[in-house]
């Protein structure tokens, strides 16, 4: 698997601008000139590897084109990281954030770079995915969440995160509207599946921290462990809210292997090897470690799927705009509908 790519058309950056940044905002950088490379998984940020010598960081930018309100805010996600990395290691610690967007025509922030492999769709090469380690993989998964939502957000000094009163009805109404707003075209089911998902919203357990986008290839691994985890990225949509939406949204993106082919096909990863955890055994496992009652779970993953959904119809709208380039999403629009149905139909079983 190739860890970073040459930088893709159309989204590199004034190079010597940034490095001189960088030589007034970090202490004690190697001489030499800046090299970039760009992080090729993700579809919403753009994150890009940043080496001067022996010196690496992380620079972490919001997409190209224009943007929805309040989405994509690099200071807030910094400032997240810099409250959380004290009592989560796991998540890196920011250098700093800029907002002068004449440095590279966005506000960004760069922070420490963490070394260790990432698996997305495919394992890397030389790894043998035994049924044994995709077992403690799939476990790895699930302790790290149920470690999130463990920590204590007030004395980390994230009490003013989020907004965890009417948290959930807050989300049904929101995600509902960003759909109504970047549909390219009418799906038959989802009339009926957010008419189901907003009538009969759970009451939430006590908010704790929530990734919001909490999956697989979101971890670093240990190269010589892969059941050990290095760091937690991309936290954009990180707040404080229900644990059990965190859970759910994680599910969304996991696969088992008697899925159906087109689900398989919507963010392709390898959690349907043998020996990875189902989706039932996961919940088990995240309701016996966090003593958190999962009985309505399958409102919840519903929900999940829809938000998936209405994600990368956000993608795929600015695809049909022009607004990007990345021919990635070009397919988004197939899977935006694959989603909906299968959560449609998930809504009417039992």
Known sequence: MVETIKVREGEDFDRKAVEEYLRRHIEGLPEGSLEVEQFPSGASNLTYLLRIGSWEGVLRRPPLGPVPPKAHDMERESRLLMRLNPVYPLAPKPYF???????????????????????????????????????????????????????????????????????????VKGWISRYERAKTGEIPEVEPLTRWIASDIPESPPPTIIHNDYKLNNLILDPEDPTEVRAVLDWEM???????????????????????????????????????????????????????????????????????????????VRWVRGQTKDERFATFGERVENLVRYAYSLSRSS
């Open 97 to 171: 954030y800029c907002e002068d967007r004449s440095v590279i025509g966005a506000p960004f922030y760069v922070m420490e770079r963490r070394r260790g492999i990432v698996i997305d769709d495919s394992f890397p090469e030389g790894m043998e995915p035994t049924p044994e380690l995709c077992r403690g993989i799939s476990e790895t998964l699930c302790d790290t969440l149920v470690g999130l939502h463990a920590v204590d957000y007030q004395a980390a000094g994230l009490g003013d995160l989020g907004h965890p009163e009417g948290f959930l009805e807050r989300q």
């Open 238 to 316: 990180a707040t404080v809210g229900d644990p059990l939406f965190d859970l759910a949204v994680s599910l969304s993106y996991y696969v088992e292997k008697d899925d159906p082919p087109e689900m398989k096909r919507v963010l392709p990863t390898v959690t349907d090897a043998p020996g990875f955890m189902t989706r039932e055994e996961f919940m088990q496992r995240y309701a016996e470690k966090s003593g958190r009652d999962l009985s309505r779970m399958h409102w919840y993953r519903v929900f999940g799927y829809f938000k998936l959904a209405v994600i990368l119809q956000q993608i795929y």
